[in-house]
Every structure is written in C-alpha cells, then in structure tokens.
C-alpha cells in the first residue's frame, strides 16, 4: 500500500512538499523504483519523476524544479517542487513502478489535492 | 521525445469491441503500459508489456503493439469498462517516462 500524506495548500513561489508512506515490505527490494506522478483537475495524468536503486528521473520539463528522496528507515520516500504556481495545482500521487522493457506502475497511492494559492 | 497522443474520446456500444490506440516515437525494445481511471478514483493498470494482465483484470482486455503503435483492446466492452484511460511509455532515450493524454472511453 502506498499513503501519501502532505499539506493540501501550498503559496506561489514556495515550496510544496509531499510523502509517501510504503507498506507491505517492497520499499527496501532493488527490483523497484517509485514514483510521483500528478493529475490537474479535470486533466491528464503527468509524470513527474521517480527514484530507486539506480538513483531518480525526472521529467525534463520539471527537473530544475523537483526534488525526489527516499528514506529506507522509515520506508517513505518524498517529493519537493519549488517556486510553486497555480499549474502545480494537482492530484498528486505516488505510484511503484516495475520493468524497464515492460515497464508498469502497479500500484498507486488514492492520491492528494494540492492546491496553488495565496 | 514527444508527448503520446490519445484520441480525446471513444465511444462503443455494449458488448462491442474497441481498440484505443496510442501513438509513441520509434521506441524498439519498450512497451507502453495501458491505465483506466474512473472519476474520483486513482488510476488502475490493466495492461503491461506485450500482452499482459495484472490480477485482477477481465481478459477481454488485451495488449499490442505495431511500429510506433500501441492498442488497448477491449472485446465485449461492458458497461463498467466507461473510464479515462492512459498509455504510457518510456522515452526514446530510456530515461522518463510519458503519458498520453488520455481517451475517454463511453459504452453505449
């Protein structure tokens, strides 16, 4: 099971900051990599990124503005997007990803509502 | 790379067949990943690699590809089959990942 958990408004120009808590014993297998993924209302999904054993990807788009984490201790791992606009107003979910050729997100958070206001 | 294009909608009647296509950039060794989203609900995978199916997933949906091309197949569409549903594919240089924009599926 994937949770994520973080605040539902953030301000423009901040930063927003997001976790997700991973049950069920996968987080600590090499075999997966974990990603964020977001939906803005009434749009299609968007990739954002993900990490794992062979470090994190990012949507190029986005990439000078996310950050990815993982703590293996805690089996969580989080997402920071700065300098915040009312775009970034999303469902954002956390998703495990599996396979390279045959890649796949097979399971996913219920996801969160984060919205861009002051 | 370029974004995948969907068609914004289909439509099929009960019980009839329906492909949803999704067209990618040459992408020789990879193979798109197929999600259905009801409203309100997070996205579900139904499709995977060549032609498979998580758990779960009634086998009238099937997978496949052709060239640039992949299809999400579903043969006697039902009445719950009425979703959203994305592709997704990694990117020509295997380094990201991309979503179509997705198809809007209605049963007739």
């Known amino acids: 099971q994937l949770q994520e958990s973080g605040p539902g408004l953030v301000k423009p120009s901040e930063t927003l900051s997001l976790t997700c808590a991973v049950s069920?014993?996968?987080?600590?297998?090499?075999?997966?990599?974990w990603a964020w993924i977001r939906q803005p209302p009434g749009k299609g999904l968007e990739w954002i990124g993900s990490i794992g054993s062979g470090g994190t990807a990012y949507k190029p788009s986005l990439k000078s503005r996310v950050t990815i984490s993982a703590d293996k201790s805690k089996n969580q791992f989080s997402l920071k997007l700065s300098s915040v606009t009312a775009a970034d107003t999303a469902v954002y979910y956390c998703?495990?990803?599996?396979?390279?050729?045959?890649?796949?997100?097979?399971?996913w958070g219920q996801g969160t509502l984060v919205t861009v206001s002051s | 790379s370029s974004e995948l294009t969907q068609d914004p909608s289909v439509s099929v009647a009960l019980g009839q067949t329906v492909r949803i296509t999704c067209p990618g950039d040459?992408?020789?060794?990879?193979?798109a990943s197929w999600y259905q989203q009801k409203p309100g609900q997070a996205p579900e995978l139904v499709m995977y690699g060549e032609n498979n199916r998580p758990s779960g997933i009634p086998d009238r949906f099937s997978g496949s590809s052709s060239g640039n091309t992949a299809s999400l197949t579903i043969t006697g569409a039902q009445a719950e089959d009425e979703a959203d549903y994305y592709c997704?594919?990694?990117?020509?240089?295997?380094?990201?990942?991309?979503f179509g924009g997705g198809t809007k599926l209605t049963v007739l």
């Open positions: 997704n594919w990694r990117d020509s240089s295997g380094t990201y990942m991309i």
């Open positions: 069920g014993g996968s987080f600590s297998s090499s075999r997966y990599y």
């Open positions: 040459s992408l020789s060794g990879y193979y």
């Open positions: 998703g495990r990803e599996e396979g390279v050729n045959e890649h796949r997100i097979d399971y």
